[in-house]
């Protein structure tokens, strides 16, 4: 079983980018954490949020004629 709860410095080095931009989209709400402290301090970041974040926040590719005709597909 997995942790439960990772810190952002933990999230960083699991996902490998920099921990400032796991604070920046834990400030901006856009990545699922909660506080463990009062004040709004000691973020924590539950198990499986930063696959919704990566799934809800990827950009699909769009299927452009030109790589059909490259392909060779019709």
Known sequence: MGK???TPK???E????PV???R?????????HIFTA???RNPKIPSGAWERYVESFT???AK???SDAASGTN
Do not use: W
């Open 14 to 17: 699991r996902v490998g980018i």
């Open 59 to 61: 950009i699909k590719a």
């Open 4 to 6: 439960l709860l990772e």
């Open 64 to 66: 452009s004629e030109s």
């Open 38 to 40: 009062p004040g709004r």
């Open 24 to 32: 920046y989209l834990i400030r901006e709400d856009m990545l699922d």
């Open 10 to 12: 933990e999230l960083a």
């Open 20 to 22: 400032s931009n796991v």
